[in-house]
C-alpha cells in the first residue's frame, strides 16, 4: 500500500515536473548604462528594432544634453528610461541636496512624456542618502545580476559569451551602449538568447511580469 502511494507519487513528480519547465517562458531585461552616446546609441536602436526587442537605458544629464535626439528616439521606440544621474559621480558621496540636483537636472532633460520608474547610481553605490532621494523621486533602485564588465572587455565574443552561459530567467543585465564592441555583444545575446526561448522585457515589465510591484528607494537585482 505505502509502496504503490510512494511509486504514484514519483510518477506525478516524474511527470509533473518536465512538462511545468517545459512550457513556462523565460524573460530577461537588457540594460544600458552611460547614454546615449551617437552612433553607438543609434546602432543599438537600430538592431533592437529589427529583432523587435525593447530594452532599458539608464541615461546621464551630461549626455542628454549632447544627444536629445538619440533619447527622444529611445523613449519613441518603446524602451524604457531610467535616470543615471547627471554627472556621472559618485552618488554615494553627495549630500542630500546634491543628489536631488542630480535627479532634477536630469529629469528636466528627459524626452516629453517620459516618466522614469528606476534611478541607477553610478557603479550600482548607493547610501541612506541616495535611497532616500529615490523615495522622494518615487524611482526605484535598479542594481543587476548579470554583469559582463563590457567597459573592460571590449571583446564582443567574451562579453556575449560570459552572459550567454550564466544568465537565467529574470535577470538584468549590464552593459553600455559606448562602444561596437557592447553593441555588436548585445545583439548576439538577443540572437542566440531568442533562440534558447527567452524573451527581452523592459525591466518594468519584467517586474510586472514576476508579479513584483515596484517600492520607491527599494534596490532589485533581478525579478
Ligand atoms: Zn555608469
Not at 549626455?63 to 523613449?75: F, S, V
Amino acid at each position: 500500500m505505502i509502496l504503490r502511494r510512494l511509486l504514484a507519487i514519483l510518477l506525478c513528480l516524474g511527470l509533473a515536473v518536465p512538462a511545468y519547465g517545459a512550457t513556462q517562458e523565460k524573460y530577461v531585461a537588457l540594460t544600458f548604462d552611460d547614454g546615449p552616446s551617437g552612433r553607438f546609441t543609434r546602432a543599438l536602436l537600430d538592431g533592437l528594432e529589427k529583432r523587435n526587442v525593447k530594452a532599458t537605458f539608464l541615461l546621464c544629464g551630461y549626455r542628454l544634453k549632447d544627444y536629445p535626439r538619440e533619447a527622444g528616439r529611445i523613449h519613441a521606440e518603446g524602451h524604457e528610461i531610467g535616470l543615471h544621474g547627471y554627472s556621472h559621480s559618485c552618488m554615494a558621496d553627495m549630500c542630500q541636496e546634491e543628489l536631488e540636483r542630480e535627479l532634477a537636472d536630469t529629469m528636466a532633460l528627459l524626452p516629453e512624456g517620459c516618466k522614469p520608474a528606476f534611478l541607477r547610481p553610478p557603479g550600482g553605490k548607493c547610501s541612506e542618502a541616495v535611497l532616500s532621494a529615490a523615495r522622494q523621486a518615487d524611482l526605484g533602485v535598479l542594481s543587476w545580476s548579470v554583469d559582463p564588465k563590457d567597459w573592460a572587455s571590449h571583446d564582443a565574443q567574451v562579453i556575449g559569451q560570459t552572459v550567454v552561459q550564466t544568465v537565467r530567467d529574470g535577470d538584468v543585465i549590464l552593459l553600455h551602449d559606448m562602444s561596437d564592441s557592447s553593441v555588436e555583444a548585445a545583439l548576439s545575446i538577443v540572437d542566440e538568447l531568442k533562440a534558447q526561448g527567452f524573451r527581452f522585457v523592459t525591466v518594468s515589465e519584467l517586474a510586472r511580469l514576476k508579479g513584483v510591484a515596484i517600492q520607491p528607494g527599494k534596490v532589485y537585482q533581478r525579478f
